[in-house]
């Protein structure tokens, strides 16, 4: 789950390469996450399958809004940007 900031504005998405996509987002490739700012990975999982992963993902695009930040919140209260090949915090 990437954000633009603190509360701000949220993305679901999946991916079989996550350092890769965070990248890809993190240089403001054109489109709702450049539009919105949305670059800081705030929380992940991984999943043994991709159907796996999909279905999750589209659970979660489902779930209201402050499901997904109590989410992020009990995992990374401080919304700091997460290293997305170890998951270590990344103090910007």
């Given at each position: 789950?990437l954000?633009?900031?603190?509360?701000g504005t949220?993305?679901?998405g999946v991916?079989?390469?996550l350092?890769a996509r965070?990248w890809?987002?993190?240089k403001?490739?054109?489109?709702?996450?450049?539009?919105y700012n949305?670059?800081?990975l705030?929380?992940?999982?991984?999943h043994?399958?991709m159907?796996?992963a999909?279905?999750r993902?589209?659970n979660?695009?489902c779930?209201?809004r402050?499901w997904?930040?109590e989410?992020i919140?009990?995992?990374?209260?401080?919304?700091?940007?997460?290293?997305?090949e170890t998951?270590?915090?990344?103090?910007?």
């Amino acid at each position: 789950m990437l954000a633009s900031g603190v509360h701000g504005t949220l993305y679901i998405g999946v991916t079989s390469n996550l350092p890769a996509r965070e990248w890809q987002h993190h240089k403001s490739i054109s489109g709702f996450t450049a539009r919105y700012n949305v670059k800081r990975l705030v929380w992940f999982e991984h999943h043994q399958t991709m159907q796996a992963a999909i279905q999750r993902e589209k659970n979660m695009k489902c779930w209201k809004r402050s499901w997904k930040i109590e989410l992020i919140e009990t995992h990374n209260p401080h919304w700091h940007r997460l290293c997305p090949e170890t998951g270590a915090v990344i103090v910007d």
